[in-house]
């Protein structure tokens, strides 16, 4: 409490003088309320609680040593994404090895049942084993796996799987980074093992003009990348 | 019916105990606050399924907004015994000569993106240029290489490495920024051998299951 008691003084003394009556030493709290309701609010509102999540992505090391058996991979695991301006994205199947026979761009989009039906499907398998790997964990309560032990049985999952598509994000001129980083995030979301962002090339470049039905611009016949 | 009068209580409150509660509260806010540093741009942040927790230390931000500009932010360290940023603004200035004053380099250690030339640093870090002034400095860090010299960001991002080899990369990007823009940061990031990004997501989930599969 904020008073303090008095103590009872003037025994024994009867005639002694009469001292005023002292008042209980009340202290007026109020303007140290008002000022910590200040301070408190002040820092609740200047608190960042939820931290920035972020998501990690990793490119391809530049100084590579290039070795021809190293990145020779499966025609048919090949799946390449071209994104174009406008939220407009065009897959197709394989590679680009005879410029004479083109693949066809197949239109598609960024909601669930685009790209990541496309995804999904190709991605079954390595999907499905992730998935039951995880429905393993989740029932057996009894025995905790700590999360590292799950990051690197899911890691290695993804590494030993070698049926699934080898998914190529390409990005043509006025695509947006929210598109790339969709994108990505699709790759996330179906489990893909292994996805790399890397540049159009030329023939590609021609087919997506085709695609968007826009006449190919002077400077792109030059090549801007390199 | 005998009236009873209740005793007059005076009017005051006792306080004490709200005071103790504040002062409790107050405490907690004070030592668990990490202060939300203002965003030197309007950065719309795309979504993803990412749960990863951004570092809060080591870290390099690079900002890129819709207009195409760039900011770059460091951090100080780990604790306050280190001083990285003065370290890597006095290494910036070694590739422009520059010398920077002891003021401007505490000026400069206090925090903060910067996204100029470097050859308008000095004015910026002036305590003579308004804030006004200092706002229109800010319009956005070259990323492009100008008279047969590596672009102002690489200086940054190189002296950063230099002086704190530790430092990781967050790239705040909005949503609608010029993905040719994001790749020029990239390029210039992995020349300095970063590979990997940390790309700032807001978090939404999307539950998928293998039943969603149809063939």
Sequence with gaps: MAEIMEADSGHGKKKGKRRPKKHPAHIDMTPMVDLMCLLITFFMLTTAFSKPKVMEIVLPSKETTKDPDKTKIPKSRVVNFILGPNNKIFWYNGLIDDPKHPPTLEPTDYSKDGVRKILLRRNKDLFKKIEEYNLKITKNTSNVIPKDTIDKRIKKLKSDDNLGPIVLIKAADGVKYGNIVDLVDEMAICNIARYAIVDLNKPEKKLLHAALGIPEPEESKKGKHK | ?215
Excluded at chain 2, 42 to 67: F, R, W
Excluded at chain 2, 100 to 112: A, H, I, L, Q, R
Excluded at chain 2, 129 to 140: A, C
Aim: aromatic residues 8%.
């Design chain 2, 1 to 215: 019916m005998p009236k009873f009068k209740l005793p007059a209580r005076s009017p005051r409150v006792d306080m004490t105990p709200m005071v103790d509660l504040f002062s409790l509260l107050l405490t907690f806010f004070m030592l668990t606050s990490t202060f939300r540093q203002a965003d030197v741009t309007e950065v719309k942040i795309p979504n993803s399924i990412s749960e990863k927790q951004a570092p809060d230390k080591n870290i390099m931000t690079i900002y890129i907004d819709t207009a195409s500009r760039v900011y770059f932010n460091i951090d100080n360290g780990p604790d306050s015994s280190t001083h990285y940023r003065a370290d890597i603004i006095n290494e910036v200035g070694k590739y422009y000569n520059m010398k920077f004053s002891d003021k401007e380099v505490t000026d400069f250690k206090k925090g903060g993106a910067i996204g100029m030339p470097i050859k308008n640093l000095p004015k910026f870090l002036d305590s003579e240029t308004s804030k006004d002034e200092k706002k229109i400095l800010q319009s956005g860090m070259p990323i492009d290489s100008a008279d047969n010299r590596p672009p102002d960001l690489w200086f940054w991002v190189n002296s950063s490495r230099k002086i704190n080899s530790k430092c990781e990369v967050e790239i705040k990007g909005d949503a609608g920024a010029d993905y040719k823009v994001v790749k020029k940061v990239l390029d210039i990031l992995q020349v300095n051998k970063i590979d990997k990004f940390n790309l700032t997501t807001t978090v939404v989930k999307e539950t998928v299951s293998s039943k969603d599969i149809k063939d």
